[in-house]
C-alpha cells in the first residue's frame, strides 16, 4: 500500500498484540475514508505472533507456520502499511524515527537504514528478559521473547532430542523464571517429551530432566498462594523439578551456578525471568524512561515529554491514581491501553482534543500447562471476582483469550474460520512439530 504523503501519519512502532491491533483497527478506518490518517506499522520482524503463544512455538506443541500473521499480508487487508526495520532513534524536533539498517543471516544488506516521519507517534516495541547483568546469560541461554528465538530454541531441542535418542544420552533442561513463560514452557517441554515418545522415541522420557529455577518463595507470584502452589504440585506431578529460593549465580556451559547450592546441570539453558523494555528506549531524545527501560506515560498513554508521542503495553510504565505501583507487563493491560488509543486517538488528531485518562480493569490471570491443567484468577471485576478456577474451563478460557485476537485481526467471520482450520489441523496432522 503506497501512503499519499501529503495525509497525516500515525507511525506504530512493534507489531505485538497492541501494535498490531492498533493498526489493524485504524488502518481498516483510514481505508475507507481518506480524511484519516495514514497509518504504518514499523517492525522489525516479518510476522506476528501472539506472545502468550511463544512457548508453544518454542516447545514445537504448534507449529509455528499456522499460528503467525505475516505483517504484508495484514496490512494489504487492514488498510495499513508495514515498513520492516528496528528503530533505533527519535528527532521529536523533525517528527522522525531513524530505523537501523536490516541484514541478512549472511551478513548481506536487506534495507539501508532511513527515516520515517510522523505526525503521531505510538511506541508499543513490548518487552524481552532481564537478565539483570548475571554473567553467562547471554552466551549460553536461549531466550524466547520473540518469534525468531522461540523458533530457533525449537530447532536446537529438536536436534538434541534426536542426538538423545540416537545415541541414548541424557537431555537435561533448565529453565530460569518461575512466572508465567517459565511455567508454561516447562509444561510444553515434558509434553513434548511424551508425544515424541508416542511417535517411536523409546524411553526418551526417562533420558529427559527438565528443572524449573525460581529466585523468589513461591511460583507464579503475580497470582494468588493456592494457584501458586497447586501449579507447583501439578509440575512435580509430571515430572518437573521445581526449585524456589533458588537464585542463579552465573550461567556456564555446564548448567546454572545458584547463590546459594550446587550447580545445575543442563545442556539445555532458557532465561525466562525478568522483564524490561528495549534499551534503545532509554535517552530517547529526551523522553523520560525507567530503570527498566520504559517510557513513562500520563494516564492519557501520551509521554510526560511530547503529546504527539504516545507508549503503550510492555514498554511502558503507567502508575494510576488509584494504584500503588505501574501496571503490570502483561497482554491483558496491552490490548484495554490498544482498545483505549483505538478509540479516543482519531478525534485527538482530527480536532486536537486531549485523550481522556486509561482506566485499567483486571480481569484476572490464566495460566495453561499444557494439556495436564490450567489455572486462573477472576481478577477484580464482574460477578465472579476473586474466585479461581481451574481445569477444562480455565483452559477454554485461556484459548478464548487468543481467539478473541485472532477476531479482532481478521474479524469474527474469517477468525471463526482460521479457528475452525486450526482444529483440523490438530486432528490431521502431526501433534508437535517433526521436520
Request: contains cysteine; aromatic residues 6%.
Amino acid at each position: 500500500m503506497n501512503v499519499d504523503r501529503r495525509r497525516r501519519r500515525i507511525v506504530v512502532v512493534g507489531g505485538g498484540v497492541a501494535g498490531v491491533e492498533i493498526a489493524t483497527s485504524l488502518g481498516r478506518r483510514s481505508k475507507n475514508d481518506q480524511s484519516m490518517p495514514a497509518v504504518i506499522l514499523v517492525d522489525r520482524d516479518s510476522a506476528h505472533i501472539w506472545k502468550p503463544m511463544l512457548h508453544t512455538i518454542a516447545a514445537g506443541t504448534r507449529d509455528i507456520s499456522q499460528q503467525q500473521t505475516p505483517y504484508l499480508a495484514q496490512a494489504r487487508d487492514a488498510g495499513f502499511e508495514y515498513q520492516p526495520g528496528e528503530m533505533c532513534s527519535l528527532n521529536r524536533a523533525n517528527r522522525t524515527i531513524g530505523l537501523a539498517p536490516l541484514h541478512a543471516p549472511d551478513g548481506r544488506l536487506l534495507v539501508p537504514a532511513r527515516e520515517i516521519a510522523y505526525d503521531t507517534l505510538v511506541i508499543s516495541v513490548g518487552s524481552e528478559a532481564n537478565d539483570f547483568g548475571t554473567p553467562g546469560v547471554q552466551e549460553y541461554c536461549f531466550k524466547i521473547d520473540s518469534r525468531l528465538q522461540a523458533d530457533a530454541f525449537n530447532r536446537e531441542v529438536r536436534i538434541r532430542m534426536l542426538q538423545s535418542v540416537a545415541q541414548e544420552q541424557d537431555l537435561s533442561i533448565a529453565i530460569v523464571g518461575g512466572g508465567a513463560t517459565g511455567v508454561e514452557l516447562a509444561a510444553e517441554l515434558m509434553q513434548l517429551t511424551q508425544i515424541a515418545e508416542a511417535y517411536g522415541a523409546p524411553a526418551l522420557s526417562s533420558r529427559i530432566r527438565i528443572t524449573l529455577i525460581e529466585s523468589g518463595p513461591r511460583l507464579l507470584p503475580a497470582f494468588p498462594d493456592d494457584i501458586s502452589q497447586a501449579t507447583e504440585e501439578r509440575l512435580e506431578s509430571i515430572g518437573i523439578r521445581v526449585m524456589t529460593n533458588s537464585k542463579v549465580s552465573a550461567a556456564t556451559t555446564e548448567g546454572f551456578e545458584l547463590d546459594d547450592g550446587p550447580t545445575v546441570t543442563a545442556s539445555l539453558k532458557v532465561w525466562a525471568a525478568g522483564v524490561k523494555a528495549p534499551a534503545f528506549l532509554t535517552n530517547l531524545d529526551g523522553l523520560e524512561s525507567t530503570r527498566g527501560n520504559q517510557l513513562v506515560v500520563l494516564p492519557s498513554l501520551q509521554t510526560t515529554q511530547d503529546p504527539n508521542i504516545f507508549s503503550l503495553g510492555d514498554c511502558s510504565s503507567l502508575t494510576l491514581s488509584q494504584g500503588e505501583r505501574p501496571l503490570p507487563p502483561t497482554a491483558q493491560v496491552a490490548h484495554q491501553q490498544a482498545q483505549h488509543l483505538i478509540r479516543h486517538l482519531p478525534a485527538v488528531i482530527s480536532r486536537g482534543k486531549r485523550p481522556p485518562d486509561f482506566n485499567y480493569r483486571d480481569f484476572g490471570s490464566l495460566v495453561s500447562l499444557a494439556e495436564y491443567d490450567a489455572f486462573g484468577s477472576l481478577g477484580k471485576y464482574g460477578l465472579f471476582k476473586g474466585t479461581t478456577i481451574r481445569g477444562r474451563l480455565a483452559q477454554l478460557s485461556h484459548a478464548m483469550l487468543y481467539r478473541s485476537h485472532q477476531a479482532r485481526l481478521y474479524g469474527f467471520w474469517r477468525g471463526s474460520l482460521v479457528w475452525m482450520v486450526d482444529r483440523l489441523n490438530m486432528r490431521l496432522r502431526s501433534a508437535i512439530r517433526l521436520d
